[in-house]
């Protein structure tokens, strides 16, 4: 990750934003749209400062939370932005106490 680049999440409920940008993680905009919609989720985007880079839809629960989706911009990988997005991830798991954090999305891109 570049120097001096801060890393957060903001909530958002951006339906189109975040399916754009979660298209690397499903094909199927209806289903990201539907994932974005349930109120048992919360949608994030990643900002590498103040710019948007990619964006997370967790599920939340009791036992355990769920990451449905995760994906992080082209322009900007291998740069530590989606360690750094899934560890601000496990730390508002860990803040809802959920006991355990499940990825639960596939990454069609590794070949």
């Given at each position: 990750m570049p120097e001096g680049r801060r890393i957060?999440?903001?909530?958002?409920?951006?339906?189109a934003y975040l399916t754009a940008e979660l298209q690397d993680a499903d094909e199927d905009d209806a289903r990201i749209?539907?994932?974005?919609a349930d109120p048992v989720n919360t949608s994030y985007v990643?900002?590498?400062?103040e710019q948007p880079a990619g964006a997370v839809v967790m599920r939340g629960g009791h036992d355990e939370s769920e990451i449905v989706y995760i994906a992080v911009d082209a322009g900007v990988?291998?740069?530590?932005?989606?360690?750094h997005?899934?560890?601000?991830?496990?730390?508002?798991?860990?803040?809802?106490?959920?006991?355990?954090?499940?990825?639960?999305t596939s990454n069609?891109?590794?070949?």
């Open positions: 957060h999440l903001i909530e958002s409920r951006d339906a749209r539907v994932a974005v990643v900002l590498a400062g990988r291998g740069q530590g932005l989606g360690k997005a899934l560890q601000l991830v496990a730390e508002e798991a860990r803040r809802r106490k959920a006991a355990a954090l499940v990825v639960g069609a891109s590794l070949g």
